[in-house]
């Protein structure tokens, strides 16, 4: 007669597990190079001088593993975006290519999606609304634009209930909002591919929402520590 045995099932596997460094020392490595504006070098510097080791070569590694992983981890705790949204897009440079970004924030300032793309036409700018859409699932009452012609029909296809207005000025809060990008951008020594480039200007738009407190994380902790607190709570959840 055979026994049958039981076994409990396993706990899920940790992201960081075969890392060979502390969750700890990754997280505050992507949370240093997505808050400020610093190089994997300047990374790799910092942590050197607190005792440890690590090549800048490992932190781009560990920023493009985990930072798709961390945004993914705290959309169950985002706060829903408001109903007014502003969208335009910017330039970045990517391996000597012009590529365009496109940007949707809100009234609040939450930045609601980005899209990388390498042409600037009616197909980029509908599958910009429709990962917005899809991944919120919130129609805006009211979208604001500039004056480029593939807008109204696009607007008119996937959110026809939206007024859609084009006024001078406008659009002034998403190009302010431009500005923080590309101000990040700066000492990156350039980008080299488009999924780098999504990799980081993604991680970006998360940094800005989680600073700006459109994210139910790290309430508990004093104001000063609330990032800090975020990204705690996001490693134990992968």
């Known amino acids: 007669m055979k026994l049958l045995i039981r076994r409990s099932p396993s706990p899920p596997r940790s992201a960081f597990a075969g890392f060979g460094f502390p969750a700890e020392v990754i997280m505050v490595a992507i949370r240093w190079y997505l808050r400020c504006n610093l190089s994997y070098r300047d990374v790799e510097e910092m942590l050197i001088e607190r005792g440890v080791e690590v090549d800048h070569v490992t932190i781009f590694r560990w920023v493009h593993r985990f930072t798709p992983l961390l945004a993914d981890a705290a959309r169950f705790c985002r706060h829903a975006p408001g109903d007014r949204w502003f969208v ?107 999924p780098t480039a999504t990799v980081i200007i993604t991680g970006h738009a998360f940094m800005q929402n989680l600073r700006r407190g459109h994210y139910e994380l790290g309430l508990d902790a004093p104001s000063g520590l609330r990032i800090a607190a975020a990204f705690t709570e996001l490693a134990a959840a992968i």
């Open 88 to 194: 335009d897009k910017t330039y970045v440079k990517i391996n000597e290519f012009w590529r365009y970004v496109y940007r949707a924030v809100d009234q609040h300032g939450q930045v609601i999606d980005v899209l990388v793309s390498a042409r600037r036409d009616a197909a980029a700018a509908r599958r910009s609304f429709r990962r917005a859409l899809a991944t919120l699932k919130v129609t805006p009452s009211e979208v604001v634009t500039d004056a480029a012609p593939v807008y109204p029909a696009v607007l008119d296809e996937l959110i026809p209930s939206a007024c859609h207005h084009v006024e001078r000025h406008a659009s002034n809060p998403i190009e302010a909002d431009h500005s923080q990008l590309k101000h990040r951008l700066r000492p990156m020594r350039g980008l080299r591919t488009d």
